[in-house]
């Protein structure tokens, strides 16, 4: 099947069809083609070197080279790069390119000034990305990997506190914080080769909001959510883990809450299946949780109970298809990476239980790319 003409104009540090294009970093935008199959790549003189020897599949064209047959042609805004990307279609005989929903406005406006027709990519830049390659799947390993030796540096630094009078947990003779174990976790994963930014440690009723990232002291006998996903610094491929601990004792409460989201991580893996639509595991977590008496319910104070996603893809971006949520519409298929991750939550219970690992579909089924182990009391 013959594959469209396309363009992107971005970075490849945030931009993941970039990076997923070219295969290496470049901090500043530049120049995709894709023209007949073959890539081309419009790069400063400061990267020429280096793309050519990261990205050989790829023709590396100079871009100060574009800009003196733009200035020999008598264009006055020969430094343009709508007049560079016209310069490269025109030379080629291609008057049409595809482009992805996140193509810059404004360019998109010179472009059309300059009667160059653009076509939106309805189904993505690169929609193979949802299928990930063996080579793809190791990345991901490899990062996954980087999100449990910091949760393990997080662990052992919980076990080695004590217990205030207060429940306050202390660490080295200073209160124990988020922000503390925080630090910690991150700096073992940069030390491991990732990037780590907003990881969640999340202690007692800021459990409950499935995002806060979790600031001041930590307590003792009660849930404290960490919520780690570092990017690879080598490759950018992302990792997602969560666990959630008790330091001392959880109540039965808690442990019936934690009971209960392991058993629905199982259901959900016991179900997720090449050709079963994602929505349906997602209602099977669903369906699970109500069985138990755990409802869900928005008050003012709130949501409480289950009220986000299963699970979601992950790759070269933290967020990617397929979506496992009640709107998916979407399948799983061999070669998809996603993650796994149900949660309860209840501020009258004393805070939030969250699971999460990272799982690919092989031969029709489920594998755990995630080796770190559960334990809720430590």
């Not at 472009?111 to 793809?136: I, M, N, Y």
């Not at 914080?177 to 007692?204: C, K, P, W």
């Not at 971006?317 to 991750?341: C, D, Q, Y």
């Not at 309860?344 to 182990?373: A, H, M, S």
Request: glycine share 8%; aromatic share 6%; proline share 4%.
């Amino acid at each position: 099947m013959k594959r469209e003409n396309l363009l992107i104009v971005a970075d490849s540090v945030r931009d993941a069809d970039m990076l997923y294009a070219v295969r290496m970093f470049v901090p500043d935008p530049f120049i995709y083609l894709r023209i007949d199959g073959r890539c081309h790549v419009v790069v400063s003189d400061l990267e020429l070197d280096r793309a050519r020897k990261q990205a050989p599949h790829c023709r590396i064209i100079s871009l100060s080279q574009c800009w003196n047959k733009l200035r020999q042609q008598g264009v006055r805004k020969y430094r343009d790069t709508a007049q560079v990307i016209r310069l490269l279609l025109k030379e080629r005989k291609v008057r049409r390119v595809q482009v992805p929903e996140n193509f810059p406005l404004g360019l998109a406006r010179q472009l059309r000034d300059l009667k160059v027709k653009l076509k939106l990519a309805k189904d993505g830049a690169f929609p193979q990305r949802t299928h990930k390659s063996p080579d793809e799947i190791k990345k991901i390993s490899a990062t996954q990997l980087m999100a449990e030796v910091g949760l393990a540096e997080g662990m052992q630094a919980l076990k080695q506190c004590r217990v205030a009078k207060d429940r306050k947990l202390i660490f080295r003779n200073a209160p124990f914080t988020s922000e503390r174990l925080r630090a910690i976790i991150d700096t073992a994963i940069v030390q491991a080769g990732g990037q780590a930014a907003h990881t969640i440690v999340a202690g007692g009723k800021q459990g409950c909001d499935p995002h806060h990232v979790g600031h001041g002291p930590l307590k003792a006998n009660e849930p404290i959510i960490l919520d780690i996903f570092p990017r690879s610094q080598k490759t950018g491929y992302y990792g997602d883990i969560t666990r959630t601990v008790v330091r001392g004792r959880a109540s039965e409460a808690v442990r019936k809450l934690y009971d209960c989201v392991h058993q629905a991580q199982e259901i959900a893996m016991r179900t997720m299946k090449a050709g079963t639509e994602c929505r349906n595991v997602h209602e099977s977590v669903q369906d699970h949780f109500r069985k138990n008496g755990y409802k869900t319910c928005r008050t003012k104070q709130g949501h409480s109970g289950f009220f986000h996603g299963t699970g979601h893809g992950i790759g070269l971006e933290l967020h990617e298809a397929p979506n496992i949520g009640s709107r998916s519409l979407e399948k799983f298929a061999n070669r998809m990476v996603v993650t796994v991750e149900p949660g309860l939550y209840y501020p009258e219970l004393g805070g939030g239980v969250r699971l999460e690992d990272v799982v690919v579909i092989q031969n029709g089924r489920p594998k755990n790319l995630t080796k770190f182990e559960k334990v809720l009391e430590l």
